[in-house]
Every structure is written in C-alpha cells, then in structure tokens.
C-alpha cells in the first residue's frame, strides 16, 4: 500500500542522508589519522543530535495539536474552558487566538440566549395583554346574538365593544412600537431641530383632552432653542408624558412645561397637579406593562413611559421623576446639547 511521506519525516531522512554521505566520503577518501576519527565522531554526534531535535519538536507538535484539537471539539459541543496561564512560547499566539475565539463564541450564544429569553417574555406580556379585551369583545358580542335584550341595553353592548375594539388598536400599535424599538427596527435620525416644535406638536394632541376636563396647559419655551433629537419619536416620548399627565390629573388642574439650557444638557420639565408618585415606585413606572395600584381604573396598559425612556436614552439623554403624592409630578427629560453630539 502506497504512503505519503510527511514533510517532517522527508527533512530527517534528508538530514541523516547527508551526514551518512559524509561519513562515507571521508571512509573512502580521507587519510586515516586522528583528523578521519574526529569527522567520524562528529557526523555520528550529528545524526544523534538531528534524531534528539526531531524526536523533542515531533512531540511537542503532537501534544500541541492534541491540545488544538480538544479545543476545537469542545468549541463544536458548545463547552468553553477557561484559558490557561499565559506563555510565551511558539504555540501561544495560537492559542490565545483559541482562546479568543473561545470568547467571541461564548459572548454570541450568551447574546442569543438573552435575545430568546427576551422575546419570550415579550411575547407572554403581549399574550396577557390581549387577553381582557378579545375576552370582552367575545362575550359582549355572544350577548348580543341573543334576544333577551332591549334595544337600550344593546346599544350599551355594542358601545362596549367599541371601546374594546378601540382599546386593542391602541395595545397593538403601542405593542408594534415597543417591539420594532427592543429589536432596533426603528432608526432614530437624530439632528438639530428646534425642540418648540416638537414639543408644540406633543401638546396639540392631548389638547383636547386637557380642553374637557378644564386643565390648564403652558409651555415656556425659546422658539429658537435648537436641539439635537428625533422630533417625530421624542415628540412621542413627550406625548406619552403628557397624556399620562392629562390623565392622572383631576379636572382643573394644571400642567406646565418648561424648557432649560444646561452646560451639556437641554432640560424640559413637564409638571402636574395630578395624583403623584410614590418614591418606591419612581423606577417601577417605567417598566414594561407596569400600572400602580391606584390607577387601575384608568385607561391604558402601561406602556407609554417605558417607550418614553426607551426614545430618550437612545438619544443619548434620559428622564428623571420627581413627585408627591396628592400633589403632583414632574418629568425631567435631558436631551444632549448639540456640541455633545459632535
């Protein structure tokens, strides 16, 4: 049967060839004194040297690429060891750059786990979410098949289901909001832009609501301040603020808004008259699907101030609370400076 002769046996026998012939020509054609004796004990000391380096390195490359191996199948497995102590040999290099690799794999599936964790939980509060409503929808519209009511009681029926149907369109496009930002569907183009018309198009949309219940809006804001941010998504993360402040306000309370320079920051403080916040739950507010106790009765599910958040820290900004129960609110959006963004 035919063999290959690896590079490293071809280089010994080529080695040992060379000094046999030495060993040979000075046999046949050297004179025989002391000088022919010494040439004969350095090519035998050769020969013994080149079989000693071989026979130490071939070894070494074993054992090494042994270690290589078992790296390489344990990376396939998915098991990750720690590195060992660091040296500074010929192998090192490679090893690290195991290592390293090592590293980066685990990092990636530590990622993805994460990921998958996440978008299981997500999709459970989405699940719950939905739940009270379809569930309403479904036992008003069975009501309504049957004739054991009045037209009146109906009519209640089917304004009931209205609201509901009303309440699931608002879930679902908050829900799709909330799920393109955590997978970073949405691009944020922040630019300089003047931050009054923002905040102008924010309060325009809980005007109306602030209208009915006779609460009272201003806003103090340079119309020249130009700030650097989204407006179409910090306008709603302003709306969120605001219309959580229309709605925990009773009626003729009041809500203002105003705007602050600071060294790095651009401050905009949205206050109200409304319910307040107690300190335990300042970071609670902003978790997904969270309402307090106390509000339970209102409308809505708990994600606009975790969108809010979201909006501004990816900016580069963040939110602030401040209240007191029975009192009122006050949200503090930091927005950066446009030199902080260079």
Not at 278 to 284: F, G
């Amino acid at each position: 049967m035919n063999r290959k002769i690896s590079a490293d046996t071809f280089v010994m026998a080529a080695a040992i060839g060379a000094c046999v012939l030495f060993l040979v020509a000075t046999a046949c054609f050297g004179e025989r004194n002391f000088f022919t004796f010494l040439c004969y004990g350095f090519g035998v000391l050769m020969i013994l040297m080149i079989l000693a380096v071989y026979g130490i390195f071939r070894k070494a490359f074993l054992k090494f690429s042994d270690k290589v191996c078992r790296q390489v199948e344990e990376l396939t497995k998915g098991n990750f060891q720690d590195p060992g102590p660091e040296e500074d040999t010929l192998t090192s290099k490679i090893e690290m750059k195991l290592d390293k690799l090592s590293d980066v794999i685990h990092s990636s599936l530590s990622t993805q786990e994460f990921q998958k964790q996440e978008v299981q939980q997500m999709v459970s509060d989405i699940s719950h979410q939905l739940k009270t409503p379809i569930a309403n929808i479904t036992m008003y519209s069975s009501m309504l098949d049957s004739g054991n009511f009045s037209i009146e009681q109906r009519r209640q029926f089917a304004q009931v289901i209205e609201n509901q149907v009303k309440k699931l369109e608002f879930l679902v496009d908050s829900l799709m909001k909330m799920s393109r930002l955590e997978t970073s569907l949405i691009h944020l183009e922040v630019k300089p832009a003047r931050i009054f018309d923002t905040l102008f198009q924010a309060l325009s949309q809980v005007g109306a609501k602030a209208e009915f219940k006779e609460i009272q809006l201003s806003c103090s804001c340079d119309e020249d301040l130009v700030v650097s941010h989204d407006p179409k998504w910090t306008q709603e993360a302003l709306f969120n603020i605001l219309d959580n402040a229309v709605k925990y306000t009773p009626e003729g309370g009041r809500i203002t808004v105003n705007t602050e320079v600071w060294e790095m920051f651009t401050k905009i403080d949205i206050s109200d008259t409304g319910i307040g916040i107690a300190r335990e739950h300042y970071e609670d507010i902003f978790k997904r699907f969270y309402r307090e106790g106390k509000v339970h009765l209102e409308e809505g599910v708990g994600i606009g101030l975790y969108l809010s958040r979201q909006i501004i820290t990816r900016q580069g900004g963040y939110i602030r609370v401040s209240s007191k129960e029975g009192e009122g609110t006050t949200f503090s959006v930091f927005l950066p400076n446009l030199h902080e963004r260079k």
